[in-house]
């Protein structure tokens, strides 16, 4: 007991002065354990990132951020406030996408699958590398946005950019299906391709929600008995819903593209859960078990919301001997690459992300 | 022409209203390019992380970050007052480690290789997997702090928890011996070691600037044209001397245990370089050519202030083709790892660090 008292009493003094290792004191190290300290982080000017791209670099400094803290803080009240906001906001992304399927020149055919309403997008140019393979695509969304043909921008990038075929599920979503709609239409369509192709052949791809919801489905999938996919991209995960990331807290108001937690997502994310515990794994992939999934690809960025989500996520599968690599993009907010698309690094992203795809996907044969 | 017009309209419409991907809205999407919009991120209360190691949390809700900050505002302002400060804190740090030496039990052994203090540092229990691997130790404390028996706080944590012996580094610093001092003392030790050893059974390890410095070592032995080591492990290195990285602005005030870039840290980083651009390379290795490197692990923390050097550093790796993994660490402030040891976290790194070393080195037979 005295050894241990002792090692305990230096570790703790020992771990006092290893604070000098950084920073320069004259001061007496204090042994005495403190109560619990406020900490207050002062208002600061915040600077356009310095080493990103010159195109990044305009879009960010001209950024109004105060319209989107305007925008987040305004919660629906009901569902027919929901369902009117979500329609103001798919119909106007509904406009844009019918704009932009001629121009990026892809292919977009709506049919089901499984009963589920799903999008294969073909871009105008194909890789032979990818015949073989199926892209399924999860939209973000927060799980409320983007029905229908608003579905599928980032799957016309990623098809556009890569050269491949991608299927992109227009998964149901609330007020009308909250969990566990989304889950069992991705379910749905994934055991229908599995009579097709082999598992290995597949790949989940998806941002935000969409991310969220790759590994989600991928943990029912497992329940389920089902083989897994042969390969994951999850860009910016929502992988827990329930506020507890430490970045929501850091970069609180630095992130531009979503600001803050408060308001709009975190509503959302109640919407999403209905009933259920906003903690099952099928909801907050980050309480499963992710031990056995295939090689996972995160990407996130140094102003992300969701830096914590996704670093978590990395954290959690390193721990089950996944193979899973963390991307932190340099000065990015959540899933801004799927924004300012037109910059390098959202084309770096996708670019990795190809690469990826390549390396760890099994051919269909 | 025409239709690259149309293309740019488009993407740029339908960029921002992909911020609706996220993002409820019912304004109409604004098609005009703003001016630079001012960014002020406003006071906040900062919770303790609540995704942590009850150990660590404990630990960092009784920290006094007020402390901290008026640290890290002193700034020696002559070559005494530097000496001064410096050897104030190092006698410190050494009673301590006088300390804690009989209490790990590891015997310290200081001795010259090529002219070079050195310490090996031999844990009470060796993994017999290390026997043919030689770790040499970068210490980290800005290129200012930690000389003699003061350098030796990291490398003795990895060899106890590792079971492998440990070479650290006593490089020469400033005021006396700013750059390149350092460096051409990690290559006189490491051409040295190259005479009995494989440079695959050779690992550089170290945090901060001991991180920093092991990159623009093997940056420098590369332009020697001597063999690169076998694995890297730099723990949230102070790869970018230049006061360049976003989360030195996005996590100011946030970090607790270095808080802010201005004053000491900026202050150091002058010293250190002297009368050299501080953007070589063999200074700010992030602005040098790492490929042909070996597998390199980092290690950072959402609250490091230098989230971004790590990231960047792992970035600019992965486009060279290095194997390099990123690990974020949920909560930590910059190398807290060091100082927070009895935590989960903190032996996670180390395991990481174990088994990661384990995977890439090759034995020197």
Known sequence: MHTTFKLKRLMTAFALMVTALMMISTSAAQEQPKPQQKRIVSERELPTPLAISDALSTIISSADVKEVAIRQAQVPQSEAEWNQTIEAADAQLIALTKQFIPVLQ??????QIAGVTVRTITPPKLDPKFSNKVLLHLHPGGYVLNKGLASIGEAML???????????????????????????????????????HQSEAIALVGSSAGGGLALAATLKFKEEGLPLPGAIFAGSPWADLTKTGDSLYTLKGVDRLLYTYDGLLEASAKLYAGKHDIKTPFISPLYGDFSGFPPVQLVTGSRDLFLSDTARTHRKMKQANVLAELNVYEGLSHVEYLQAMNTPESMQIHKELGEFLLQHLQSSD
Not at 106 to 111: C, K, P, Q, R
Request: hydrophobic share 45%.
């Open 106 to 111: 892809v292919d977009v055919e709506a049919h």
């Open 158 to 196: 990623i098809a556009t950019r890569i050269g491949a075929k991608v299927i992109s599920v227009d998964y149901r979503m609330p007020p009308a299906s909250p969990y566990p709609a989304a889950v069992t239409d991705v379910l749905s369509v994934y055991s229908a391709l599995l009579k097709q």
